[in-house]
């Protein structure tokens, strides 16, 4: 009897909902509406039927998503923020959701749906009309750079726009291809480089010829200005659809020496400079990892700046099976002294965190639950464990009661899709650390204490590795 009264309460309900309206062209939908705390709410999934647009979940991880042309639209039931191309937007409420049916703000509509389809939505009482519909700009290729950086090509497709894209491998070639044409004012390119002959764009596709078959390719995109990154690798042959099925054979260690080029990272009184001992320690951390069978390869291997999404786009391209990024702290006060190690949170405060310019996710929490959801949670618990790991080796050497592991958004680790950590092995600050940190005795006994974590979590996790996703 119970949910028989249910039901007609909800039917009651949905009657004196459907008051609203949606226009859009020649056409009027009836979309229901609710009012809460005197803002007007509307059901989202009539609208986007009205506009031939569909709500899905999100592929990536929690949330829903709305793809329209080559852009995305990433939303949540409980978060006032969405992600559209993404750049992170707030709505003036979170949505409600009301017998079983997601309703959101007006602000929704007329905001972010409405730069979606490049329109203008207009609010008047229960009124949403779409007009000034724009055609989208069709996705504009600025420019195409070859570098060769000893060892491997990086090829960089520039574009105006963010663009949705797929790549195919070849012998030879390497084919990009676009949802829809690009525009691109330029001529055939003829390249001067050890591993790449030329480029051509035609249609939907841009078409990478190589001058020699035994290479090895890793892509990924980085944002503002959007670009397509290729790093193509001599000398290596590329693996068949069956070897690329079977499980890996070797555990893979990504190294990430904090900071370098003109990004000097901290300094320390007598003029040590954090991007160079931490690149040193990484440097003696490779072959003792692989004197115990473990591979590692370092985000970068001279004093050169590499961008933070460029690390995480390395690591996860190289499909890493552990990230430890390296550092070196600083404190106001010259006393403070040890080692401290993170792991990945966006619900933690960054109060303990340090303060480097540029390493830490801002905002607030609740707005990045979808960019945190989407790329790590899987890995929170092994990322914690690895991090424990770290501090009782770091703690060991230096003599310490367990100082206890930190959460903190280090942009760095909020891109990796892998266990992850991110150690601050010193403070240069204390003159009496900066003395030790410098010496090559201390940096060995920092890199072997860093290869016993890694290999004690190796252990610890068994099997595991070989059949993680990435």
């Known amino acids: ?67 329209h042309q080559d852009r995305l639209l990433v939303l949540g039931e409980d978060s006032p923020f969405v992600i559209l ?24 509509f007329t905001g972010p749906l409405a730069r979606l389809v490049d329109g203008q939505i207009r609010l008047t009482g229960t009124t949403l009309a779409l007009t000034d519909l724009k055609l989208a700009e069709p996705p504009t290729l600025s420019a195409v750079e070859v570098h060769y950086l000893g060892g491997f090509t990086k090829a960089v497709l520039v574009f105006k726009q963010d663009v949705a894209f797929t790549v195919k491998e070849g012998s030879r070639q390497v084919l990009i291809q676009f949802p829809k044409p690009v525009r691109y004012a330029g001529r055939p390119l003829q390249f001067d480089d050890p591993l790449v002959e030329s480029c051509l764009v035609k249609d939907k596709q841009v078409l990478l010829t190589l001058k020699q078959e035994n290479t090895s390719l890793s892509t990924y995109s980085l944002s503002n200005p959007f670009r397509i990154v290729l790093d193509i690798a001599r000398g290596r042959t590329r693996s068949s659809r069956g070897a690329e099925s079977a499980p890996p054979s070797r555990f893979l260690v990504i190294l990430d020496p904090g900071h370098g080029g003109e990004d000097l990272g901290a300094k320390g009184r007598t003029g040590a400079l954090e991007k160079e001992i931490t690149l040193a320690i990484a440097l003696r951390m490779a072959p003792l990892l692989a004197k115990s069978g473990v591979e590692a390869l370092l985000t970068r291997t001279a004093d050169t700046a590499v961008g933070l999404d460029e690390r995480a786009g390395f690591a996860n391209n190289r499909k890493g099976n552990l990230f430890l990024s390296l ?10 002294r040890g080692s401290e190690t993170f792991f990945m949170s966006l619900d933690a405060g960054t109060e303990t ?18 960019l945190w959801d989407l790329a790590q949670t899987e890995y929170l618990k092994d990322s914690a464990r690895f991090a424990e790991r770290v501090q009782e080796e770091m703690d060991r050497l230096y003599g310490m009661e367990k100082r206890g592991v930190k959460q903190a958004p280090f942009k760095v680790l909020a891109g990796v899709t892998m266990p992850a950590a991110l150690v601050e092995i010193g403070f240069l600050t204390n003159p009496e650390e900066e003395k030790r940190l410098v010496g090559e005795v201390f940096q060995e006994q ?17 099997e595991r590795w070989r059949t993680a996703a990435h």
Not at 86 to 107: D, S, Y
């Open 1 to 67: 009897m119970l949910w028989m009264l249910r039901g007609l309460f909800y039917l009651i309900w949905a009657a004196g909902a459907m008051a609203g309206t949606f226009a859009f062209e020649n056409r009027k939908a009836a979309v229901p509406t609710l009012e809460r705390a005197g803002m007007v709410y509307f059901q989202l999934d009539p609208v986007l039927q009205t506009l031939n647009l569909l709500r899905e979940p999100y592929r990536a991880g929690k949330g829903f998503q709305v793809v």
């Open 85 to 108: 191309d993404g750049e992170i937007q707030q709505m003036e409420a979170p949505p409600v959701v009301e017998g079983g049916q997601l309703f959101m703000p007006a602000g929704f």
């Open 327 to 336: 550092h070196l702290n600083a404190h106001k006060l010259n006393h403070a």
């Open 353 to 370: 965190a340090p303060a480097e310019e540029g390493q830490l996710l801002t905002g607030n929490s609740p707005l990045e639950f979808i």
């Open 446 to 462: 920092v890199a072997q204490a860093l290869v016993r974590a890694v290999l004690r979590f190796k252990e610890e996790i068994g």
